[in-house]
């Protein structure tokens, strides 16, 4: 046998002793509490989970699991996408016990998965073929599902007539059939690979292989397709489906409210476990992951124009703004608060520290306060915000804020030009072109700049992201500029064409 058949022989063992032990049956239930369990077990996915997968129910079965169990449950075509952040049991949920419930039900289950290759697809499908061989509680409710003949790496049939059989995408689909048997439920299971996402070609091959070849292997009552992946690109076989298919379903679960970092499965998760995760791995890559937001790749305003560079200290600079971008709400789904505190120094436009947080009015105030105050008497940063129709609870934010801080920020309000907002962005363009806007470098790892600098990135036509941090950033540099002085050289001519820096880092 090869050493890789010898260790996928041994995994599947060792997962079949992990089934047995951690799985158990009442020896003293009578015969009509053994029904009432099943009828219960039937009716609500909490109790079939509780029941026959008690390890898996280490923490309470969430809510967002229960309601697409049901959803699933009472539509037999349903088209669906798991957009759930990492971490919130997709692959089980999918793989193992959904389908385990519908065919508790009575459906007859033909049950296909499809992995990102065909190796995978079998590995996925050992999770679901595992619980049927080995778990007690199913076998003492269901009876032997073993199935001898038909028990194999890729395929199987219990006893029970449950089929599953697994495919790697891609993979020809003609013949996908058992006798006169179609499937009648097909899980795409984390497909989309890292190098898939920068494969365009290949997700839109992969797209057409889902509608036209995968699809309509289904030919009957029950027809369900479901994609589970959290969505950590912007581009993805899913968001190409979901732009085809608007009428498909997307139950889409974040793992964590970005704002107060509470956690969704809040019986799994400590109430600081993802600020925690953020701390270790960046704002950018946690929310990406877990939060299903996607990091965008600049086309107008890309990472190899951001100049990182050790700041000049600030006492140096001409003058010195911060530029605060207003939002009221401070939830998950509001606007950020953005206030970017940019120098000018010989013509350059300096990024000294920045702000960008979906958060109260008064948590953004608070911030401007310490760093006032925190700054030597030598430097004086002149703040600015941007007018609302609201001005009065601002300005009332502002006034409770320097109370708490015993701070004074004389902070000016200041109408913007009503001019459209992506017109008013791309008048950084130019700046970054030349080489004329620096960043500290102590900003590298700051998440409040990777959020902002990422909003930058996805300035694009159409755009429907963010743009807190962009406009504060303009706003600010459009102040700074009036101080600029822009004159001849020794010749009397006027100083033109492409600006060269006198930085050299």
Not at 5 to 31: A, C, G, M, Q, W
Not at 313 to 325: A, M, P, S, V
Request: proline letters at 5%; hydrophobic letters at 35%; charged letters at 25%.
């Amino acid at each position: 046998m090869k050493t890789e058949d010898k260790k996928h022989v041994e995994r599947y063992l060792k997962h079949l002793d992990l089934i047995e032990s951690s799985s158990s049956i009442n020896p003293f239930e009578t015969p009509l509490e053994k029904k009432q369990a099943i009828d219960a077990a039937k009716k609500s996915f909490k109790k079939c989970v509780e029941r026959y997968f008690p390890h898996y129910a280490t923490s309470e079965v969430p809510d967002f699991h229960i309601e697409f169990a049901d959803k699933a449950k009472k539509n037999e075509a349903l088209k669906a996408f798991l957009e759930w952040g990492r971490a919130q049991a997709k692959s089980v949920f999918a793989d193992v016990l959904l389908p385990f419930w519908l065919w508790i039900n009575g459906e007859p289950v033909y049950f296909v998965i499809v992995g990102n290759n065909a190796e995978r697809g079998k590995q996925l499908l050992e999770d679901s073929r595992a619980e049927f061989e080995a778990n007690p509680q199913i076998i003492g409710d269901f009876g032997i599902q073993h199935n001898p003949g038909n028990w194999e790496d890729g395929f199987f049939i219990t006893k029970g007539g449950f089929i599953g059989q697994s495919l790697g995408m891609g993979q020809s689909v003609r013949g996908l059939r058992v006798k006169s048997k179609r499937p009648t439920l097909i899980v795409m299971d984390d497909c989309e690979t890292k190098d898939l996402v920068q494969n365009p070609s290949r997700q839109e091959k992969m797209a057409k292989w889902v509608e036209r070849d995968l699809i309509p292997t289904m030919d009957g009552k029950y027809r369900r397709f479901i994609q589970a992946n959290n969505r950590f690109a912007p581009k993805m076989i899913q968001t190409i489906l979901q732009e085809r298919h608007p009428d498909w379903f997307v139950h889409r679960v974040n793992a964590y409210d970005p704002v107060t970092y509470e956690p969704r499965w809040k019986s799994k998760y400590k109430a600081d476990y993802f600020r925690a995760i953020e701390k270790e791995i960046g704002a950018l890559a946690a929310r990406s992951e877990f939060n299903n937001s996607p990091h965008v790749e600049g086309t107008i305003f890309t990472e190899k124009e951001i100049q990182w560079a050790p700041i000049p200290k600030l006492n140096q600079f001409k003058i010195i703004f911060g530029y605060w971008d207003v939002a009221y709400a401070g939830t998950s789904t509001s606007d950020y608060n953005a206030i970017v505190v940019q120098g000018l120094k010989d013509k350059e436009f300096w990024v000294i520290d920045g702000f960008c947080k979906q958060s109260k009015m008064s948590v953004a105030i608070g911030w401007m306060c310490q760093y006032q105050l925190s700054l030597p008497e030598t430097v004086v940063v002149h703040w600015v915000f941007e007018s609302q129709f609201w001005n009065d609870a601002v300005e009332s934010a502002i006034k409770d804020a320097e109370r708490l801080f015993n701070c004074r920020l004389n902070i000016i309000k200041r109408d913007r030009p009503r001019i459209n907002k992506m017109d008013r962005i791309l008048q950084l363009q130019p700046y970054y072109q030349n080489g004329r806007i620096w960043y500290s470098e102590k900003l590298k790892h700051s998440n409040d700049m990777q959020v902002g600098l990422a909003q930058l990135y996805g300035i694009e036509p159409g755009y429907k992201s963010h743009d807190d941090y962009p406009d504060a950033h303009q706003g600010g540099i459009s102040e700074l500029e009036k101080y600029v002085s822009y004159g001849s050289d020794a010749s009397g001519n006027f100083q033109s064409g492409k600006y060269k820096s006198k930085y050299n880092w």
